[in-house]
């Protein structure tokens, strides 16, 4: 589990450093545009994450209680 969180933010850095990359591109370009842009993007990631980890809560508490469900249920037998 360590190992898999670990390539992830080694993953994300890397993305985040094409970001960077393509955005100074763009703005040596001449576009104005990209700071905006920029945001919007920083912002949607953000929501992104806030929705995977929600979502992930979700799923665990949803297990944590089908666990405790069949540990009553095996109890009671």
Not at 31 to 60: G, M, P
């Amino acid at each position: 589990m360590e190992a898999i969180k670990k390539q992830a933010i080694k993953l994300r850095e890397q993305v985040a450093k094409q970001q960077q990359a393509v955005l100074k591109h763009l703005l040596h370009l001449g576009i104005e545009n990209v700071a905006v842009d920029e945001a919007e993007i920083e912002c949607h990631q953000q929501l992104q994450n806030l929705y995977n980890s929600t979502r992930a809560a979700k799923h665990f508490q949803r297990n944590v209680v089908r666990g405790v469900e069949v540990f009553v249920a095996v109890s009671l037998k």
